[in-house]
């Protein structure tokens, strides 16, 4: 494979990174770009997947207007999960046709990617069969959902690096009841790596085990550009403030 584009968005409202999303998978299927990896930091945000189960969200609606936790029905595949601070989401804009459309594959792929991140923290993850996601211990850590169009990808991954696990006792995550959700500050306490070391760490198995013979580093500004979209504008207010 060529050479993959990582790019860290900052933070970044939820409606905006699925805009940009859905403008760079039409560039990349268009061949007006290549693969990338984004990595943007959501304010909290619950998103319902393709196949969502009933009575998903554990609390009224209300009780999220309260916490001003905004609620998305998107087009991946899986059901409900939360997106917030401290939490490492990895959306990828990658031509699965170059991987002989293989989506079953690629899932393991990402899985594995995340595995073997952990595992260099000295966290023995694993999956569990019949369940797409990664696990720690009987506890889930990593959660998965994808979608394509015209065999490029988008949506991805979102690993609990030091998230407040309380959001997740809003929901049933992934609509699977009983299970609890864990993260790497939970497991190591003071010893946990934060978010962006987490991110290089993921960014630099995921290119390995994907196979590409380059990674490279992009700004955010070269995300939007090659999207053929406009940041949103407290981007460009915080650029021209540091300027």
Known sequence: MPTLTACALGRLPYRDGLRLQEALVRARSDGETGDWLLYPDHPPVLTVGRNPSEDNLRVPVETLDRLGIERFEVARGGDITWHGPGQLVGYAILDLTARDRDLHRFL??????????????????????GRTGVWLSGEKIASIGVAVRRWVSYHGFALNVHPDLKFFKLIHPCGLRGIEMTSIAARLGSRAPGL????????????????????????????????????????????????
Do not use: C, K, M
């Not at 393991?108 to 069969?129: F, M, N």
């Not at 991110?199 to 196979?211: D, M, P, Y």
């Open 196 to 243: 962006e070391q987490v991110r290089v760490r993921t960014t630099n198995h995921l290119a390995e085990t994907f196979g590409y013979r380059a990674l490279r580093w992009a700004e955010p500004d070269e995300a939007w550009r090659t999207a053929g979209e406009t940041a949103p504008e407290h981007l460009s207010s915080a650029r021209h403030a540091a300027a």
């Open 108 to 129: 393991r792929d990402l899985e594995r990617s995340l595995i073997a991140t952990l595992e260099g923290l000295s966290l023995p993850a694993g999956i569990v069969p």
